[in-house]
């Protein structure tokens, strides 16, 4: 059974310091997704990772994949408290349509 | 574009009473899924389409929920009866590519429905 696990659940952090989230997954996956979601809000697509190695980036977030690992990472640069918000990682089953989503990462950035 | 639509935003009924969501998916987009979201079970994926045909359902937890996709501009999530444990936020959610492994795979959401039921 796929199963994604991420850490830290809960991150509180001040601005201008860097931070990563980890998502951890149990079992070999071609596809890992990032997503956003602001609080009472929908999600909102950030990244899709496809192949080990794989690195993207967009302003101050930059996620990567390690499919030997099982492990990608959502790094938070220089944080400002706009990024607030909670981030949710998901893997491909492999069935080509089922997520498995991890429980989310809420991080809260303070001035 | 208006993105993914759901109605209503919000509902609250009382246990017993018969709950219908709407969703109306980006034109164009030939996948749809309905998710629920809750503190303790996260996100669960209750069904798919693909060109409008449900293809699992697996993931809808009991008889009394039911999906249906009419054509490829409307879908309705029915409960009923609604129960109290069925309170939860349920998203819509459309996609062009997916299942194609591209990185323009992605998933758009619907703004939810958050349903309470008493």
């Known amino acids: 059974e796929l199963k994604v696990e991420q850490n830290p659940l809960f991150l509180s952090m001040q601005e201008g310091k860097n931070y990563t989230i980890y998502c951890n997954y149990s079992?070999?996956?071609?596809?890992l997704y990032w997503y956003r979601q602001d609080p009472g809000k929908s999600l909102e697509s950030l990244f899709v990772?496809?192949?080990n190695g794989a690195v993207k980036q967009e302003g101050r977030l930059m996620a990567s994949l390690d499919t030997k690992a099982r492990l990608s990472t959502l790094h938070i640069t220089a944080a400002v408290h706009d990024l607030s918000a909670t981030y949710f990682c998901?893997?491909?089953?492999?069935?080509?349509?089922?997520?498995?989503w991890g429980a989310g990462t809420k991080l809260i950035i303070k001035p | 574009d208006a993105g993914v639509i759901q109605s209503p935003r919000h509902e609250v009924t009382e246990m017993g009473q018969e709950v219908t969501l709407r969703c109306k998916p980006i034109s164009g987009h030939n996948s749809l899924f309905w998710y629920r979201q809750t503190m303790m079970r996260g996100l669960e994926l209750l069904i798919y389409f693909n060109n409008n045909v449900p293809i699992d359902d697996s993931g809808m937890p009991e008889d009394r929920f039911s999906a249906k996709m009419p054509n490829a501009s409307f879908s309705t999530l029915k409960i009923q009866p609604s129960e109290p444990r069925d309170s939860a936020v349920y998203f819509c959610a459309s996609s062009p590519l997916w299942g194609r492994k591209t990185t323009n795979e992605k998933l758009f959401f619907g703004s939810g429905t958050q349903l309470s039921v008493l």
């Open positions: 990772l496809l192949s």
């Open positions: 079992t070999t996956s071609d596809r």
């Open positions: 998901a893997v491909d089953r492999d069935s080509n349509y089922q997520l498995i």
